[in-house]
């Protein structure tokens, strides 16, 4: 049986191997684009930036383009290495002449649409691999402002409201002016660490106890992504503040002055605020 095989191994196509061989010799050495290692279709939100990879093994003697597919011009955006857009936004960038990148700082939502990868050749052969790009437009909103009114001794709750689409931010930051008072998510936070109202949109809290007149300010909600926002927050006593205003009191412009002054409100504000303060009256409480 052993002598069969012998012969049989002695005998075989030659043909056959050599076809074999040169099937395993092309595959490793012809010039394609990888599908694992390249991009799919993005979606990122405005303000993103965003890398467009096209990786190409055994390019040899070949070039590698990203094209914008405009309607009706395509545009190219860069050729190996070299940029070719007056947008200092985007810029080329290639690694072990394998992986080629088409960077696209903070984007903008006309960025959006088809993007190719192209591999040409001397001999005019190509190969493409073409890429949606699909920007998103986030939302970022402090509820219940622009201005918010709380008695001193008070909590403040802000909720910040955030909706970008399935993306959810690395992190969301609150600062008051100038001072960071809370940062959350970040590496530590695993993954989905904010909460979701009945829209799907991802929800953030900011608690302030015992608030006093030096809490009045500006408060910004800043996401890793997309716009931030803000409400500016008075700390005002209703019952010192407020009532003497309602009054037929003589002094009641001096009144007015002092909240002013205290509240660091805009005459505006204060003017809209006696517009309001007979809702005070009949709501027991300026906050949650």
């Known amino acids: 049986m052993i002598l069969s095989l012998i012969i049989f191994l002695s005998f075989s196509d030659p043909v056959a191997q050599g076809e074999e ?22 979606t990122v939100v405005e303000g993103e930036t965003v890398m467009l990879v096209c990786t190409v093994l055994n390019l040899g003697d070949k070039s590698v383009s990203w094209v914008r597919l405009n309607d009706p011009i395509p545009q190219l955006m860069s050729l190996n290495n070299v940029t070719n857009s007056r947008n200092p936004r985007f810029r080329a960038l290639v690694t072990d002449w394998k992986e080629f990148v088409l960077l696209a700082k903070n984007v ?40 918010i009114y709380v008695d001193p001794k008070s909590t403040l ?9 399935s993306k959810t931010p690395e992190y969301i930051i609150w600062r008051k ?14 993954g989905e660490y904010l909460e979701k109202d009945g829209q799907g949109r991802q929800l953030s809290h900011l608690t302030v106890k015992d608030v006093g007149r030096s809490d009045s300010g500006q408060y910004f909600c800043q996401p890793a ?27 009641d412009d001096i009144v007015v002055s002092t909240l002013y ?26 906050v949650r």
Not at 157 to 165: H, M, Q
């Open 21 to 42: 061989n040169a099937a395993r010799t092309n595959s490793t050495t012809e010039t394609r684009i990888d599908d694992s290692l390249s991009s799919g279709n993005i």
């Open 157 to 165: 709750v802000l909720t910040c409201r955030v909706d970008f689409g």
């Open 108 to 147: 903008k939502m006309e960025d959006g649409g088809p993007y190719q990868c192209q591999v040409s050749g001397p001999k005019h052969t190509s190969l493409t691999r073409t890429v949606i790009l699909t920007v998103i437009e986030g939302e970022t909103e402090i509820l219940d402002g622009p201005v």
């Open 261 to 286: 002054e205290k509240s660091g409100a805009t005459l505006v504000e204060v003017s809209g605020l006696l517009l309001l303060l007979h809702l005070v009256l009949l709501q027991p409480r300026l």
């Open 225 to 251: 992504i997309g716009p931030q926002h803000s409400v500016t927050v008075h700390v005002i006593d209703r019952y010192t503040d407020v009532l003497p205003v309602l009054g037929e009191d003589p002094g």
């Open 177 to 190: 002016e100038d001072k960071i008072l809370k940062f959350e998510g970040g590496e530590s936070s695993g």
